[in-house]
């Protein structure tokens, strides 16, 4: 059996989405990102001490959507997840609104009082060498020569 989330850290579960946490702040972005890479990266945050705020997990779509201060969709440029402006916690902003037979939920660091939102720098490069690092040990699996790559 799959578990819920895969993470190495205790976390707040709110089962339902509504209401928000109290504390995310009325300006901020969205990122979305698959569950499997945002988890893993997020645990390295959280193994450095960086900054890691509440975050909204849709187990249809198998996404994240990680609140980030505001203006960070003007600069995200990455091929591993999408930051969109505005406070929207659609699953996809092409998508249509959310349905009844989403199962999405909020989860939170036990100290989830401490941030209101993830930090945004830290979230792409810890994203970035989380890709690098899976996508390596994938190529590991199948036999193939791993090269120096860039995580940027």
Excluded: K
Excluded at 51 to 61: A, D, I, Q, S
Excluded at 105 to 127: G, I, R
């Amino acid at each position: 059996m799959t578990p819920l989330l895969s993470t190495r850290h205790p976390w707040r579960l709110q089962f339902g989405e509504a209401p928000a946490p109290f504390m995310l702040p009325p300006e901020l972005d969205v990122v979305r990102v698959s569950m499997g890479l945002g988890m893993a990266a997020l645990d390295e945050m959280i193994d450095c001490g960086n900054r890691v705020g509440p975050l909204l997990c849709c187990m249809t779509h198998r996404r994240l959507l990680v609140p980030v201060s505001s203006g960070t969709a003007h600069v995200w440029r990455a091929a591993h997840s999408a930051c969109e402006p505005g406070p929207s916690l659609l699953c996809s902003p092409q998508g249509p609104p959310r349905s009844l037979g989403h199962n999405r939920f909020w989860v939170a660091p036990p100290e989830s009082l401490a941030y209101p939102t993830t930090d945004a720098v830290v979230l792409h490069d810890s994203l970035s060498l989380m890709r690098a690092r899976m996508r390596n040990v994938t190529r590991q699996r199948m036999g193939l020569r791993t090269r120096e790559m860039c995580h940027v």
